[in-house]
């Protein structure tokens, strides 16, 4: 079997979207406190910040699925790959040009808008965006690379409240909410003018336009006669149960660290002026845990992919480091987390590139994760926490390369039904949120457990499924030199 080297240049391209969807992202924590003082906020009211934008994935996934039913056809096919991405960046440009009259006007319900129309042209740009991230090399790399993008991604999460909250407060330190909504508006349109001139790079970049799904399910496969060819995307079990698995990964994901604040402050008295260094760790950890998966997806011999394992979790693991001494934080406290990042390693090299066996592994160390830190108390507790963020890592590439893997010409439709199972993220929470008021924040966390405990069942019913469609996940991994 031949193998097809990864397109550095255009995938360097193309992952700097990646970078945009995390940094907003994260961006919007800022944004909720700022919100919530500036209009005289109920806490729930202010968490429409995040509802605002997680349903625009989910509106803009149910248009796009649609329209290409209208048009009897798949837009991207349609339109283009390149094309759809800069169109999802000009749909995000114009929603944070609503920042300006929303902070002109005091009008919350406007800034919501424009947070809504940032995230439907995500959800376009993550629609096309993955596949191509997949398929932009040896397939058998796919996942991986996506992995690389999400570490992209998760550089973004971590950088961006950093840099919003220098344009919003004046300095790092500050660590106050008490900023005019007038503040809002700079940070908001030159993020809006970035989108367009990423746009336009990208509009006149190699970024394929066209991709064969085909041709690639095909390359994929080892007994062609046994591929699926079902006339939607719902036809294929690999995609059905992997909706439901980007719901609760997303979901667990999300939860576990939009509750920590809670807990730290109810359980371990800590200030709310002391969280966010535990919320950064959490969002670290992921980015950490992306950037020691990634390392597969580099053309070197098995020896250098193993020693780039090594080496990359702990370079991560030295930007959130830096970034938080330049923020003020005292860092000390977290160097033993360094052992944590050790386990997370064995398990990436025990996967052995595959990403049924990854999904599996990560998904028992979440759970092991979650119970510790229920059944624990202090430091202990809260580390057993954050640490899931290290064990979610991964989950998002290895599911959708799982779900979309066979699909052929519906693997778009695919990754449309995938991006609008985002919405578990705001689900999930609120489902937490009621545990927590039954039994407690710390045993409510068993919301999580129950999460993990399907991704681990899905990653072992995937490998079956896919064997009866003639694709074997064992010999993909092994032919793509891990």
Not at 8 to 27: C, N
Not at 69 to 83: C, E, Q, S, T
Not at 218 to 231: C, I, M
Request: charged share 10%; glycine share 12%.
């Amino acid at each position: 079997m031949t193998t097809q080297q990864t397109r550095w240049s255009q995938f360097g391209v193309l992952i700097t979207v990646f970078f945009f969807w995390g940094f907003v992202a994260a961006s919007n924590d800022i944004l909720i406190p700022v919100f919530k003082t500036a209009f005289g906020l109920t806490h729930a009211q202010s968490q429409l910040v995040s509802v605002a934008f997680y349903v625009a994935y989910t509106v803009g996934s149910i248009i796009y699925f649609v329209v290409s039913m209208f048009v009897g056809g798949d837009v991207l096919n349609r339109i283009g790959y390149k094309n759809g991405i800069a169109l999802g960046l000009v749909i995000s440009a114009i929603g944070t040009l609503l920042f300006y009259p929303a902070a002109n006007l005091g009008s919350f319900k406007l800034m919501l808008a424009g947070l809504f129309i940032v995230g439907l042209g995500f959800s376009l740009q993550q629609i096309a965006a993955n596949p191509l991230a997949i398929v932009m090399g040896d397939p058998h790399t796919g996942s991986q690379r996506l992995t690389m993008a999400g570490g992209v991604n998760n550089f973004g999460t971590t950088i961006g409240p950093l840099l919003v909250s220098v344009a919003i407060f004046g300095s790092v330190a500050a660590g106050g909410t008490e900023a005019s909504i007038e503040s809002v508006k700079t940070p908001y349109l030159v993020l809006g003018l970035a989108f367009i001139l990423v746009a336009v790079f990208l509009k006149f970049s190699s970024v394929p336009d066209r991709i064969d799904l085909d041709q690639v399910t095909e390359s994929e496969a080892r007994d062609n006669s046994k591929l699926l060819h079902k006339s939607s995307a719902f036809g294929y079990p690999q995609l059905v149960l992997g909706m439901l698995a980007i719901f609760v990964y997303v979901g667990v994901e999300v939860s576990t660290v939009a509750n920590l604040p809670a807990y730290l402050q109810e359980s371990l008295g800590i200030s709310t002026s002391s969280v966010a260094p535990y919320v950064s760790l959490y969002w670290a950890s992921l980015m950490i845990g992306r950037w020691t998966g990634a390392a597969g997806a580099f053309n070197v011999g098995a020896g250098a992919k193993r020693l780039l394992t090594l080496i990359l979790p702990f370079l991560a693991f030295g930007v959130f480091l830096a970034v938080n001494a330049i923020a003020r934080h005292e860092v000390s406290q977290f160097l033993g987390y360094v052992f944590v990042i050790a386990l997370m390693i064995l398990a990436t090299l025990a996967s052995r590139g595959s990403p049924a066996r990854m999904l599996l592994y990560f998904a028992v160390c979440g759970i092991a994760a979650l119970l510790i830190g229920m059944f624990t108390s202090g430091k202990t507790s809260a580390v057993a926490f954050i640490s899931v963020g290290l064990f979610c890592s991964t989950m998002w590439p290895c599911i959708f390369a799982l779900s979309i893997t066979g699909l052929g010409k519906h693997t778009n439709q695919g990754s449309s039904l995938l991006i609008m199972m985002i919405m578990g993220g705001g689900i999930v929470s609120w489902i937490q949120g009621l545990a927590a008021d039954g039994i407690g924040m710390q045993m409510s966390y068993i919301v999580g457990v129950a999460c993990f405990a399907y991704l681990a069942v899905y990653a072992l019913l995937t490998v079956g499924i896919l064997r009866s469609q003639g694709i074997d996940l064992d010999k993909i991994s092994a032919d793509g030199g891990h």
